[in-house]
Each structure stands twice: as structure tokens, then as C-alpha cells.
């Protein structure tokens, strides 16, 4: 009984693998990589997610992410993309001064964001492409970049009015691309969840409706892959950059009741502010904001926590301002008299301690060679190049991930 019962599981073993060794040889599963950017993991039992909750039942879910520091949108699909922390990636911020080159990176310079310089490390896509593997992006911060030589083979300039269900048509179209051109890497990208949580604030009805919309696109994304014979031989990575918080005229820090704006150059403004003071002012500007310390944390670069992985990187300025989000979960902002009664404040923000729960992004996979019905604690972002290069069967560049964190998602 127990021979027999061995025998089997021999056999079983054997046509596992050499059907996977002839479904190598044949043609490589593709991956999927999706950002849905802002989405809360809590956000979505609060509203109708029918084919993330289908994805959920039939693949690995985690309880939430942890962005790297700042939590905000280009240090994290960048990070996640290479799996290095924002002092190896030096993509620091979405605004950033870059004192050797001189150059200001805003994510409206399009000439800044293609510009291979401001990108550290060697993203999935280019690993990808150095292993002969053809790759696509339908955005994703950081691929319309020559980095160390190489693009996506498609990439498009980023166009935040091209409906989403285009964007979907275009993944069906590159899937159903004849085997040499087709792509085996993939990113989509949806910003719509973000911008109603900037709006009006954490886990408004717009947020939750903007959801459920992102939703709808997914399965109608998957509605035609399985006409297409693609769906469910695919892998895919559904994942959030970071989470959001709500702001309130309550809890606004006004930085020229403290110091004076004319001793520093602000580089980038709440919740991260980061300021090089003028010449000679270094000392005075730290010690008043390190006296008024109340809602925010002040440091110099050299002191700021190991933890945050953050201000080794030359693009970080000498001072760094970090609001706190209050026990009752609304983001402090840090602002100016006159910007505040120029332009008040948005619903909601994020950008905040990367640590704190409510930055927590979301992270669900999908697919043949993912673990059905599963559920993972919370990890860090930088451990998802790892398991891409594992999924596509490629040699991960040096990383600070470890593939042994979400090896367990993998069957
Ligand atoms: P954040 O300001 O951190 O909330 O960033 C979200 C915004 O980043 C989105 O609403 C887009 O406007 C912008 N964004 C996202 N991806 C890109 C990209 N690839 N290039 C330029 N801007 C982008
Ligand atoms: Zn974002
Ligand atoms: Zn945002």
C-alpha cells in the first residue's frame, strides 16, 4: 500500500516535470505586472471587487506592502521595478534636485522622465531584455528611460487621458503578438484610485467607486485574453505603490511661523519637506525646526533612520522634514502661509513614514505558477524583483530583496 502509494507520487512528480520542461521549451508563461496606483488593501471589502475577489479565492493575496520611503509614486514603482531601496535607486521623490548635474526632475519635464540618469539599478525590464526577453509597458515609472543602454521594445510616452479599457486592448494586442515578438514581461498602470484619494480623501465614495471601475477594466481585460486562449496561463502581480491619508484644516504646520523662508530652498514640500538651507544657516534652521518639533520629525540627513534606507543618496538635501500622521489617521500637513490661502490643501496625500499602516500598498498574485487561496503577511516592495526574475526564469540583477520572502506565493 505504501510502495504503491510512493510509486504514484513518483509517477506524478515525473509528468509534472517534464511537462513543465516541455512547456519551457515550448514558450514561457508571460507576467503581468499591474499598479493600481493609491489602492488601500482595506479599501477593497468596501466596495464591489468581483474579479480582484475572484483573483484573490484562486491566487495569493498579501495583508498589505510596505513601500519604501517616501511613500510616493516614482521612488516606489521604481524600487519595486529594481529591488533597491530609494539610496540605491536615488529616485528620491517625485520632485528632485540633483546637485551634480544641476537638474531639477519633476514628472511633468517629460525630457527629466526619460532621462536614463535620474534612474539607479537595473529595473525587471531590462534584466528582461538582456535574457532575451521581449518586454511592454503600458506605463510605469521609469520605462520610457534608456537605462544602461536598454528600453522596453514598447514603451509609451506617459498619457494620463488614454482610457483605461485602451490600455487593456493594448496588453491583448502585445499577448497575441506572433512567439518571437510577443512579450513576456507586461506593465499596466491606473492612476484613477490615486488622484479620487488626493481629491477627496482617504476612502471616499469616489475613491471606492474608482475601484470598482479599475475592476471592471481587469475583467474586461481578462474577458478577452480567455477568447484569446491567453487567460489563465498567464502570471500576474496586482500591486498598490503606497496607501493615503485624509487632511484637514486641523492639522496644518505652517513653516514660515517657525523659520525663515529665506534662509533655505525648498526642494520638495509636505509630507517630506526637504530643504538645503542657505550658506551659513545650516545649524540655525535645524535647531529652530528641531525646537518647534511638534507633528513632524527634523533631521539632518546623516541622522535620518537607517530604517528608511533614504538619506545616503546625494540627491537628498541637508534637512529633512517629516510630518507625522495623527493617532486619529489624518496626514499633518506642512505648508505656507501663502500658499495655503493660495491653494488650500487637497483631500488626501500621501508620501508619509512608509512604516505606518496607512501607506501600506496592496498586493495580490495571479497564475499558473502562483499558490491558490493564500494568504501572506505583510512584506516589503523590494522583495518583488526577486520573484519576477524567479517567475520569468532569469538571473536577478544585485538587489536588496530576498527571493525567500515570497517564495511561499510560488507553487
Ligand atoms: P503622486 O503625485 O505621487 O500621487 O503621483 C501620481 C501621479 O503620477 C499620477 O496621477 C500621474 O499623474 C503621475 N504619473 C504616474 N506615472 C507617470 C509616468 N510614468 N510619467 C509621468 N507621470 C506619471
Ligand atoms: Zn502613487
Ligand atoms: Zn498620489
Known amino acids: 500500500m505504501e510502495k504503491k502509494f510512493l510509486l504514484l507520487l513518483i509517477a506524478l512528480g515525473l509528468l509534472l516535470f517534464s511537462s513543465c520542461t516541455a512547456q519551457q521549451e515550448a514558450e514561457r508563461t508571460p507576467l503581468l505586472l499591474i499598479s493600481i496606483d493609491g489602492l488601500k488593501p482595506s479599501d477593497v ?114 498619457d494620463g487621458s488614454i482610457p483605461y479599457k485602451s490600455r487593456a486592448d493594448s496588453i491583448v494586442t502585445w499577448l497575441t503578438l506572433e512567439d518571437e515578438t510577443r512579450p513576456d514581461f507586461l506593465t499596466l498602470y491606473f492612476s484613477r484610485v490615486d488622484s479620487e484619494g488626493h481629491r477627496h480623501g482617504a476612502g471616499a465614495d469616489s475613491v471606492l467607486s474608482a475601484i ?83 507633528n513632524y520629525s527634523v533631521y539632518f540627513r546623516e541622522d535620518f533612520p537607517e530604517r528608511f534606507h533614504f538619506g545616503a543618496h546625494p540627491r537628498v538635501p541637508e534637512i529633512i522634514m517629516l510630518a507625522d500622521i495623527s493617532d486619529d489617521n489624518y496626514g499633518w500637513t506642512i505648508t505656507s502661509k501663502s500658499f495655503y490661502e493660495r491653494r488650500g490643501i487637497l483631500g488626501g496625500t500621501h508620501g508619509y513614514d512608509n512604516m505606518h499602516p496607512e501607506m501600506h500598498g496592496y498586493f495580490l498574485a495571479f497564475g499558473p505558477d502562483i499558490k491558490e487561496n493564500k494568504t501572506i503577511e505583510t512584506f516589503e516592495v523590494i522583495n518583488i524583483y526577486e520573484v519576477m526574475c524567479k517567475l520569468l526564469g532569469i538571473e536577478p540583477a544585485p538587489n536588496d530583496g530576498d527571493l525567500e520572502v515570497l517564495r511561499p506565493i510560488l507553487r
Open 45 to 158: 471589502n468596501k466596495t464591489d471587487t468581483p474579479v480582484l475577489d475572484m483573483l484573490t479565492a484562486n491566487g495569493t493575496v498579501a495583508e498589505s506592502m510596505i513601500p519604501v520611503f517616501p511613500s510616493s509614486t516614482f521612488p516606489n514603482h521604481y524600487s519595486l521595478a529594481t529591488g533597491l531601496y530609494t539610496n540605491s535607486t536615488g529616485v528620491i521623490s517625485n520632485t528632485m534636485f540633483d546637485p551634480e548635474m544641476e537638474r531639477w526632475f519633476r514628472l511633468s519635464d517629460r525630457s527629466a522622465v526619460g532621462d536614463g540618469r535620474w534612474y539607479g539599478g537595473e529595473p525587471i525590464w531590462v534584466t528582461a531584455e538582456n535574457n532575451d526577453i521581449r518586454t511592454a509597458t503600458m506605463f510605469w515609472p521609469g520605462s520610457e528611460a534608456e537605462i544602461q543602454g536598454v528600453r522596453p521594445t514598447r514603451w509609451l510616452t506617459y
Open 212 to 294: 470598482t471601475y479599475v475592476d471592471n477594466v481587469l475583467g474586461y481585460m481578462i474577458e478577452r485574453l480567455t477568447e484569446e486562449g491567453i487567460w489563465p496561463n498567464i502570471n500576474v502581480l496586482i500591486t498598490s505603490d503606497h496607501g493615503m491619508v485624509s487632511l484637514s484644516h486641523d492639522h496644518l504646520i505652517f513653516i514660515d511661523d517657525i523659520i525663515d523662508l529665506d534662509d533655505v530652498n525648498i526642494i520638495n514640500w509636505s509630507p517630506v519637506v526637504m530643504i538645503q538651507p542657505r550658506e551659513g544657516k545650516r545649524e540655525q534652521v535645524y535647531e529652530t525646526l528641531k525646537a518647534a518639533e511638534e
